[in-house]
């Protein structure tokens, strides 16, 4: 509660708002508390507030769902304990944070870089040694701050990049160039995820717009985004986006969610060619979708806002949701549907037998949800909920707008770790990265008390 409240004032509240005046009048006294202590504004925290918070927070555990099972329980001797801050060039609000690997010519394996980009419009590449040195620091990538960046494979050092004002950025480091841009959306470019095969590298990008754009990037001659071959317009904005393969075939699927749906979109990119005989941009084929909240009342209201896939299994992902007060952890099984919605045979069927094949669509979805707890991690409608892996899938770790990372263990949901002392205590982590980095589990994460944290395992681990 906030430092202004305390129990006392609550009581008051509560004796002045109900005209307990004689009452009042001594608890005032005896408390020490000033004469105006009962008043209430707008904002204030009350017996009766309190008690309805309450009930919701009860009512939510009934659609709680913990994991159990032979699931691999959460490893605590390799897990990150200890915060190491990285300086960097200017001081600013960090929105991204990853750590990729790029094309190392003086070796014959990949060059691992940290990736930071900062509100004054930086990308900040860094060199995971002891000493965290800045390799590489441009300002002049981006008209606005970039809001996500992703390499192109491994085997270029490009990347690219997206920003607020709906600009995207193909840029190549080693020449520094760009070698394509393109402003196919108005405004925030929230999300850029890649997927490559040997044909083609497709890449899907996210805006404040409600839109998504598909672009085909060839895998011969100059590498070039060119103009968008698919597009996906949506009733609200989109949260988040992921490419993940079909487990049926070789295809990639899309994974889309949006605010105020508690649903997965799954959208088909089965159609190469077609798709790359088109001039203007075709809406990509939806194929079904997957709700999270199959059973839930309409008073359950959160968005999928970030998806992470199980390195360990890449039919299960974790959800982190836009739930408040506290984020939402979901394990689910992908449910995607071996064809569209369209293509289905359609048949005349009676309002009773339609209802039980909805009722056995909730049901299997239902069955889907491996895990769905709280994470106790505080935010707040204006948050950006972030969820990733540990690299042996035993558990996850989530942001929180109170400066604390959150380990949850995969197999039973429990918070089981808490990452503090990196952050500023109450400041907004915005986000993070998890994986290994010379035979060593690193937690990576940035924030707006402009702290860029490595989390490394303890001497003593």
Known sequence: MPATESPALIVARFLKANHYNDTLDAFLREAGLPPNAGSTTDGDLTIERILEEKQIFDLSLRFEKIGAGDD??????????????????????????????????QSAGPRQLLLATTADRRLNLIIPDLAFTIFKSVSYLQDSPILSCIPVGSEYFTTISSGMSGQVILYDHDEDKVLDERRDHKKYV??????????VTWVATAGWDAKI?????????????????????LPTNPETIKFVQHPDHQHPILIVT???????????ISTPNRLASTRLPTELELLGSQNLAPHSNAWIAFSPSSIAVCPTDPTLIAVATSAVPHMKLILVRLLIPLHSASSASSTITTQASQARANLAIQDREDAAIKVHVSTMAPQTPYSTPQVVWRPDG????????????????????????????GHEAGSKIRSIWCGMVEGQEW??????DRRLVVWKPGEKD
């Open 72 to 105: 691999k329980a959460w490893n605590g001797v390799t897990a990150p304990s200890e915060p190491y801050q990285v300086t960097l060039p200017t001081a600013a609000n960090i929105l991204h944070v990853s750590l990729e690997s790029f094309e190392n010519e």
């Open 190 to 199: 929230v999300k850029v995820d890649i997927w490559t095969d040997s044909r």
């Open 213 to 233: 754009y598909l672009y085909r990037m060839s895998q011969e001659g100059k590498q070039r985004l060119g103009a968008p071959v698919a597009s996906i317009t």
């Open 258 to 268: 949006r605010r105020d749906s508690t649903s997965l979109y799954y959208y088909s």
């Open 394 to 421: 035993s558990g996850l770790w989530v942001n929180g707008d109170d400066g604390v990372l959150r380990g949850l263990e995969a197999k039973t949901g429990k918070v089981v770790a808490t990452l503090k002392g």
């Open 443 to 448: 937690v990576v994460s940035g924030g707006f």
